[in-house]
């Protein structure tokens, strides 16, 4: 079994957020394949730079970025090391860094990027983001949950830990497998939202899809931890959000490009 040494820590881990169903307003075809791998690391190809994507990080700056309900970056929490974006580990007890979002805001997207998880790591991606003084980001945002499956699933039990795994619509949503690849290995995640559907991908594996509002997503609603936030994914657009739960996760090859 993994390093166990973090268990304490990880019972106050549970503030995060996700969705559910599949009424399909169906998005554009993408004529990009789930892989964010160009000439080099966080650069554009030209075909890419004609399908309208743009680097939300170039492997150095973070100009792209400020912190959830601030105008400037985060002064702890993160680090740019080597080209890769890495949110930083506390020790049990302290407080973990303010999550980042994107300056632009996203209304119809498709967002690529790559991450790797660390041992215990828990993360996520939010979107549709809207800031409100006093709330937490996991109240109003979508997310796309990432996470060492495997550490939390001998600690906590698959059944428990179900919807909270890597690229589930977290606490709404599971996907039909796990998609993702051990700790230290970059993975690929994808997201497409277009008119309120929205679709998860791992590694190149549809996860889960949805569409806002729909019955169905209104039922997963109601029945989940977000059923007392009357915000939550009710916006039609917002800035691209990433978690920090305290825990060392690595991003790169960040990209995005907006859908008609």
């Not at 996203?106 to 991606?125: C, M, P, Q, R, W």
């Not at 290995?185 to 997201?191: E, G, L, M, S």
Request: net charge negative; glycine share 8%; proline share 6%.
């Amino acid at each position: 079994m993994k390093n166990l040494l973090y268990a304490g820590l990880l019972l106050a881990l549970w503030a995060c957020g996700s969705p559910g169903s599949n009424e399909a307003q169906a998005p554009p075809p993408s004529n990009a394949t789930d892989t964010v791998q160009s000439a080099a690391p966080n650069t554009l190809t030209e075909a890419e730079k004609a399908e309208g994507w743009m680097l939300l990080f170039d492997g150095t700056h973070t100009d792209a970025w400020r912190g959830y309900l601030s105008d400037s970056f985060p002064e702890r929490g993160w680090k740019v090391e080597e080209g890769v974006l890495k949110v930083l580990p506390v020790a049990p007890g302290e407080m973990a860094g303010s999550d980042i979002i994107t300056r632009q805001s996203f209304g119809n997207f498709e967002l690529k990027l790559e991450f790797a998880v660390t041992d215990t790591a828990n993360s996520g991606i939010f979107y549709l983001v809207q800031e409100r003084e006093g709330e937490p980001i996991w109240h109003n945002a979508p997310e796309y949950q990432i996470l060492d499956n495997q550490t939390y699933i001998a600690i906590y039990g698959s059944d428990e830990m179900r919807t909270h795994l890597t690229c589930d619509n977290y606490d709404l949503q599971a996907a039909p497998a796990d998609y993702s690849k051990p700790v230290g290995q970059w993975n690929v995640a994808r997201i497409v939202h277009h008119n309120g559907h929205v679709e998860h991908w791992l590694n190149g594996q549809l996860c889960v899809e949805y569409q806002i509002g729909s019955p169905e997503w209104e039922e997963l609603v109601a029945h989940s931890k977000f059923r007392d936030y009357p915000n939550y994914g009710r916006a039609k657009e917002g800035p691209i959000g990433l978690q920090d739960h305290g825990h060392e996760v690595w991003f790169r090859n960040i990209k995005i490009r907006r859908l008609d």
